[in-house]
């Protein structure tokens, strides 16, 4: 009986563990013609990127040596590539004319690397990432000392191929278009760190950043160009940014194609003696760029050819990079959704971030950087939608954990455990020397038990554990924790903590800060962000830069919002002075804008209330014109200096009140601080400028000037307390400055000074800027220093549109109602 | 193929997911009021009336944390995916939810709804 043809399409990873798994069921059934287009036999090409990072050689990535082919009767034409399929004639036409017939065909042609259509993309020296000829060509040009490459695309070829280069000694740059690396895997926390793991390793990434052009020199490439202007000088270019299925030969034939070569769930193609597997394919819509789903899709293949049955469904995905000693697994889900809910575990020692989202009950998707040794765990639960609801305390914890306690609840799950299992996977205690600790040395505590034994005082995430062994070890006996308060549920450290953390591990980023401070939300929330958002301003004033999304409205759109959803406008008025020019400027505005109420303000200055949002650029654009700026009555920051008209006018006045005030405000004004801070300056102790109700409040007297600190008229009624008296006005605004820089640099987000000051005491407050001169200085030097930066009107920044332009004007406008739920 | 041929008609094309900051949100005008279009820091769009159910404040004013906003005027925070008020505030009242799709990039709008 003469054997049924089966010829393959693509000697790639496809076609041929499509014919391993026909051989499998029915070694005796077919004559099998494999055709590839590359030179070579058949290999692992995901491991193309530790052969060109130098860990693997091309002989180790082969899968089917020649005695592969030879042992199984497959002739294999190496080297050439079928040109055309004759459907009616049931035969395949190579390179040079050789025709081969077929009872059964498969379609394996993979998929083709996309090339973005920028000038200069046909220069030499520009590759993209597929075969082993690129990796070869990216060798040679590793070659050349001080060369550099930049790789177009921080998807996982991308940074794969940049990390291989980076070991091949030379400088590379990754280039992506979005803020966020590998962001269809990972989320913005997982991001950060893999950015930071990969710089480490001396691979550089722009993000965000659009290319446009890639630059050339006697026909070589040169550099990439980007739309900001940027050149990239490189003598490489790979291109990473995405794949298209090779379907032209299955279209050229007649078969049905969209983006793929469409299959139905026994991968069969619109003719029914056609097959197609791998990346070539469209299943169901979806077309795949991963090896799982093609040895899924490989099975179901097998099992048609061989008269079984089987269907394929789709597959579920998941990922890992594959850098050397950079953990990274996504699967699913990994950012939520819609009803999901997520599970945060960081470990900043280590150097982990783990995101575990559940949805109704079930994981829907994981991401892990760092430790990914639960992914698999993690993928298998995802699959198999087991429900989760019991083993939800410690699931993020991972399987060996988990799995050792599961089916009981907490408390019993902690008396289960061994003297010798761990607890606290930072500092290595294990249950037994907590229990010992408690005992011996009658610790009653959390904060006890942490001091002596060290569990949970690094990221705190095994907290509940400890206190239940304490509670298990001490009965009644456990007194439950007051300690400071954390800053919000997002973390259990306090605001003092992570202050001090900022500036000492130089944390300069939010995603920074929540890695090392073990934040237990993907992106905080709306009580730390804003305070996160202020401490790294006020910490790295001119490099930090201002996350508008993370400040409140207020501050975002330098307004006051009001009940209906308009908004106030509050000019400066330096010192509560104003000007008939002023005045007639603001009465302008009033009546183009047709505002509905203007106000004269507790702070000396005049409020505009009822401002739409769409015509706040155009009233502040007004305003600049008339000389006015914005008054930050919205700001935690510098608001009004309030001021008495002193011994320019009045018989009582001892000093030129509103001449200090005035130069404190032009001094001051633009700051930020932890909450509002209101100054004031009275000419004569009469205090008509109510001074000592004031956060600062000057008393001019006879011989010089008293200074006030820590007053408060608010919810809070408190008078202020003498902090010192100088002689001089230039002494006055030194000593103020240091007392503000001083209150920036240590008070807590939404702390206001007088509170601050019952926390941290007068007297240090006096040590640090009365009789320390030189701590003075250097306070009033940082000052200074942050007023750089700080003192941009942000009025006339927006009113130019050069910032947050489509803050103000709505998306879009429709004509009508939209469809609600 | 154009843009407009893969839409369908159901759907009101209102601008790219990158007009929405990331972690923030936008107002789209109708002639019943606002729609706040929201985006969170994992790239998701999200669409409800702008309209807190406790005082009327502009949700699309407020800070975007995790699938939440927090209301400008009384700090509640609402579900994005729900409309519905979270923690203490839950099951008192909510913000209607606009159906809302992403496609190549652009955010698109359920159609109106015609008056009957
Ligand atoms: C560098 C790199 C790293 C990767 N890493 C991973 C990873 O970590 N995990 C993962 O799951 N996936 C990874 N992938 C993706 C994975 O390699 C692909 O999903 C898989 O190789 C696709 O198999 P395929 O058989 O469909 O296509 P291919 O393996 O590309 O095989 C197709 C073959 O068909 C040949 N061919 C095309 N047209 C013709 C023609 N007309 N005539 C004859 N022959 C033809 C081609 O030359 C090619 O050899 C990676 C890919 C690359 C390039
Ligand atoms: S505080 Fe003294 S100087 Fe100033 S207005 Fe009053 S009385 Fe005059
Ligand atoms: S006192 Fe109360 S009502 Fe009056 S402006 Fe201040 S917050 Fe609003
Ligand atoms: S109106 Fe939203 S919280 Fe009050």
């Given at each position: 009986m003469t054997k049924e043809r089966l010829v393959v399409i693509g000697n790639g990873m496809a076609g041929c563990r499509a014919v391993e798994e026909v051989l499998k069921r029915d070694p005796a059934r077919y004559d099998v013609t494999i055709f590839g287009a590359e030179p070579r036999v058949n290999y692992n090409r995901i491991m193309l990127s530790p052969v060109l990072a130098g860990e693997k050689t091309f002989d180790d990535i082969?899968?089917?040596?020649e005695a592969w082919y030879r042992d199984n009767a497959i002739t294999l034409h190496a080297g050439r590539a079928i040109k055309a399929v004759d459907i009616e004639g049931r035969k395949v036409i190579a390179e040079g004319g050789l025709e081969v017939g077929y009872d059964k065909l498969i379609l394996a042609t993979g998929s083709d690397p996309f090339r973005l259509p920028?000038?200069?993309?046909?220069?030499?020296g520009v590759v993209t990432f597929r075969d082993l000829d690129d990796v070869e060509a990216m060798v040679e040009a590793s070659g050349k000392p001080n060369a550099r490459a930049v790789v177009i695309g921080g998807g996982l070829l991308g940074l794969e191929a940049a990390y291989g280069l980076a070991r091949r000694g030379m400088a590379a740059t990754v280039v992506h278009l979005m803020d966020v690396l590998m962001e269809r895997q990972l989320d913005e926390s997982a991001g950060y760190l893999l950015r930071e793991a990969l710089a480490e390793r001396g691979v550089e990434t722009v993000l965000g950043a659009h290319s446009e052009e890639i630059v050339g020199r006697d026909g070589k490439v040169a550099g990439l160009k980007l739309k900001d202007g940027r050149v990239l000088p490189c003598d490489l270019l790979v291109m990473a940014v995405g794949i298209r299925p090779n379907a032209a030969l299955a279209k050229a034939a007649g078969l049905q194609v969209n983006r793929g070569v469409i299959v139905d769930d026994a991968m069969r193609a619109s003719d029914p003696a056609v097959f197609a597997v791998g990346e070539c394919v469209e299943h169901r819509g979806n077309c795949y760029g991963l090896v799982a789903p093609i040895w899924d899709m490989c099975r179901v293949l097998a099992e048609a050819l061989t008269d079984g049955e089987g269907a394929y469904a789709g597959s579920v995905l998941s990922t890992r990079l594959k850098v050397s000693g950079v953990d990274v697994f996504s699967a699913g889900k990994f950012a939520g959704g819609e009803g999901c809910e997520d599970i945060v575990f960081r470990d900043a020692a280590r150097g982990v971030y783990k995101r575990v989202v559940i949805e109704g009950g079930k994981v829907a998707g994981a991401v892990l950087f760092g430790?990914?040794?639960d992914g698999g765990w993690y993928f298998d639960l995802m699959r198999a939608g087991t429900d989760v609801a019991e083993i939800r305390e410690t699931l993020i914890f991972g399987q060996a954990i988990t799995e050792g306690l599961s089916g009981l609840d907490p408390s019993a799950a902690v008396a289960a455990m061994l003297d010798t299992q761990e607890i606290c996977g930072c500092n290595g205690v294990c249950k037994g020397a907590i229990t010992g600790a408690i005992t011996t040395q009658g610790l009653t505590t959390l904060d006890d038990v942490r001091a002596v034994t060290k569990a949970s005082a690094s990221c705190g995430s095994c907290t509940p554990l400890v206190e239940q062994v304490i509670r298990l070890t001490l009965g009644d006996g456990f007194k439950a924790q007051a300690g400071p308060k954390p800053m919000c549920k997002c973390t259990h450290h306090p605001h003092g903590d992570v202050r001090k953390a900022i500036v000492e591990f130089e944390l300069k980023s939010m995603p920074a800060v929540f890695q090392a401070m073990e934040w237990t939300t993907p992106d905080g929330c709306a009580s730390c962000r804003p305070a996160l958002n202020y401490y790294l301003l006020c910490a790295w004033p001119g490099e930090y830069v201002d996350d508008?999304?993370?400040?409140f409205i207020n501050e975002r759109v330098h307004a006051n919002i009001q009940k209906d959803g308009t908004y106030s406008v509050v000019p400066r008025m330096w010192g509560g002075m104003t000007s008939p020019a002023e005045l007639r400027a603001i009465a302008d505005v009033a009546d183009k804008y047709a505002i509905p109420a203007v106000k004269v303000t507790g702070g000396q200055r005049i409020d505009l209330l009822g401002v739409r949002k769409d015509d706040l650029p155009a009233v502040w654009a007004d305003l600049n014109a008339a000389g006015m700026v914005s008054g930050h009555a919205y700001a935690k920051g510098l608001r009004t200096v309030k001021t008495c008209v002193?011994?320019?006018?009045?018989?009582?006045?001892?000093?030129?009140s509103t001449g200090l005030g005035i130069k404190l405000e032009k001094f001051m004004w633009g700051s930020w601080a932890p909450a509002k801070v209101k100054l004031a300056v009275s000419g004569c102790p009469r205090n008509c400028a109510e001074s000592t109700c004031k956060d600062i409040g000057v008393i001019c007297v006879d011989s010089g000037y008293e200074i006030h600190v820590g007053g408060a008229a608010g919810l809070h009624i408190q008078g202020t307390q003498l902090l010192t008296k100088v002689p001089t006005e230039n002494e006055a605004i030194a000593v103020i400055a240091a007392v503000m820089q001083m209150y920036r640099e240590g008070g807590w987000y939404l702390e206001r000074i007088y509170k601050w000051m019952a926390r941290v005491g007068l007297d240090t407050i006096r040590a640090a800027t009365v009789d320390d001169l030189d701590s003075r200085a250097t306070l009033y030097a940082r000052f200074v220093v942050s007023q750089e930066t700080a003192q941009i009107d942000p009025w006339a920044e927006r009113a130019t549109g050069g910032v947050a332009a489509g803050e103000f004007a709505p998306m879009a406008t429709l004509p009508l109602e939209m469809a609600a739920k | 193929m154009t843009l407009q041929a893969h839409i369908d008609p159901h759907w009101r094309d209102v601008g790219a997911v990158t007009d929405i900051p990331e972690r923030g949100a936008r107002r789209v005008a109708t002639a019943q009021g606002d729609v706040a279009v929201f985006r969170t820091g994992d790239g998701q769009v999200f669409a409800l009336v702008d309209r807190c159910p406790h005082k009327r404040g502009p949700l699309s004013q407020g800070i975007v944390h995790g699938h939440g906003v927090t209301c400008p005027l009384h700090s509640w925070v609402i579900d994005l995916a729900t409309g519905q008020p979270t923690g203490?505030?839950?099951?008192?009242?909510c913000a209607p939810v606009v159906p809302v799709l992403v496609r190549d990039g652009r955010v698109l709008l359920a159609q109106p709804v015609m008056a009957d």
């Open positions: 082969v899968i089917n040596d920028l000038p200069g993309s046909d220069l030499q430790d990914a040794a508008s999304q993370s400040r002193g011994s320019d006018w009045c018989r009582f006045g001892t000093q030129d | 203490a505030d839950a099951g008192k009242g």
